[in-house]
């Protein structure tokens, strides 16, 4: 992808130079999610020293200008030179966008605290009885002189208790307003009434966090998008998720399918073509990331179409793992080394594909009845 309209620099130059002296903060995948998340916050202020951060965000949001394609570069620039994905980009990718597009004031305050390595953000949408069916979420906002009063509670969300900042959707409008009376705050993880608590996962890792909100005061100015206009914002945020957060995680397979291949042995026919049927749908999702990158990138709207990008995604990253299972086999199974405990957390983590950010069955269905244009599915008496 080359995207020249700005004299941004050549970050995959930069990190090949110093790539020693970056490798006490290679946020690749470790043992610990905390000592990834402070070696992607390092990362990230080494950058940002460097002038490297900021590039494809506008300039009055407190970026450095240019097109979008250039956080693409340098995601793609990151897993080239041998480094992990800073855990911080896949909230950045998609709340920063919703900030930029719906509160360019907000994010001019709090987008430089992020791309410097100082904060971290994360999504509150999901609640216990409100997954796929977001716009039946019951936090609720109540006015409150020139702010507003959150009460309600959130489920898995990720990094939260890492997290500074947090987009919370909540109810504004009438408990039944389902989708129309929604409304997106910018939430300060610190303010009083907020309650973050970690939950372990499969992993053994605190990847996830209920978050419970008891009154939390949000000032008028911090809201994300106009009062019931939530389900706008937030359909809105979900073309980045597509976009760009698979463009990093494609990104970050490619890196690790390529390591595989060069160690394949060529007469295990079995597992050579296991590898290879990750590569083509790797190969298709990169294709397709690419297209939806530019779309949005030159400013277009993207619709129900994106939920192709999201599906592949999900199948891709099954693919990809189970590859690094096949070639690792005994490793894989009963390894206990640094890098065998990385990859089955890794393989677990790529079962979570087909739920997170929207379930592959809502998925299909929405691109059978919104792409394809087949008939609704008949309600089940
Ligand atoms: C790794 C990971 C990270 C996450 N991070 C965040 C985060 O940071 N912030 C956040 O807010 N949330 C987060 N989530 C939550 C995620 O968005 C939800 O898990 C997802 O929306 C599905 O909701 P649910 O878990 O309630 O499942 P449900 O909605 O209860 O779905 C259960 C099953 O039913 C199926 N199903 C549901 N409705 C339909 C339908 N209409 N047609 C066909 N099948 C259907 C689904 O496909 C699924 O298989 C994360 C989840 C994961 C796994």
Not at 7 to 16: G, I, S
Not at 240 to 246: K, L
Request: net charge negative; glycine share 10%; charged share 25%.
């Amino acid at each position: 992808m080359a995207s020249q309209e700005v004299d941004a620099p050549n970050v995959l130059e930069w990190l090949r130079a110093h790539s020693d002296t970056l490798q006490d903060c290679n946020p690749r995948r470790t043992d610990s999610l905390d000592d990834r998340i402070d070696r992607s916050l390092e990362f990230f202020a080494r950058l940002d020293a460097a002038g490297l951060t900021g590039w494809g965000w506008p300039a009055e949001s407190g970026g450095r200008g240019g097109s979008a394609e250039l956080r693409a570069e340098l995601y793609d620039a990151i897993t080239a030179a041998g480094f992990g994905m800073p855990e911080q980009v896949g909230a950045l990718e998609v709340l920063g966008s919703a900030l930029v597009a719906h509160n360019p004031g907000i994010a001019s305050r709090y987008l430089p605290e992020l791309l410097a390595g100082r904060a971290l953000w994360c999504q509150g949408f999901s609640e216990p009885e409100a997954g796929s069916d977001l716009a039946s979420l019951r936090t609720r906002a109540v006015r409150d002189g020139q702010g507003w009063r959150i009460t309600g509670q959130k489920v898995w969300t990720s990094l939260g208790h890492r997290s500074n900042w947090c987009g919370v959707l909540a109810r504004t409008g009438a408990p039944d307003s389902r989708h129309r009376g929604l409304t997106l705050f910018w939430v300060d993880l610190q303010a009083a009434g907020v309650d973050v608590r970690p939950l372990l996962t499969l992993t053994g890792e605190e990847e996830f966090s209920e978050v419970f909100l008891d009154g939390v005061y949000v000032p008028s100015d911090h809201m994300i998008g106009p009062v019931d206009g939530g389900w706008g914002v937030a359909m809105d945020l979900l073309q980045y998720e597509r976009g760009m957060w698979a463009w990093q995680r494609q990104a970050i397979m490619h890196s690790t399918l390529s390591g595989l291949i060069a160690e394949l042995d060529e007469s295990d026919a079995l597992t050579a073509s296991i590898v290879a049927e990750a590569y083509i749908s790797l190969t298709a999702l990169r294709m397709r990331c690419r297209e939806t990158v530019k779309r949005l990138a030159a400013g277009e709207r993207l619709g129900p179409e994106v939920s192709i990008d999201k599906i592949l995604l999900g199948q891709t990253e099954h693919l990809v793992n189970d590859a690094v299972r096949a070639v690792r086999e005994r490793g894989f199974a009963i390894g206990d080394s640094a890098e065998a405990r990385t990859e089955r957390a890794e393989w677990f983590y790529s079962r979570a594909a087909t739920v997170y950010g929207g379930a592959a069955e809502v998925q299909r269905n929405i691109v059978a009845e919104r792409v394809l244009g087949l008939p609704r599915e008949a309600a089940r008496g």
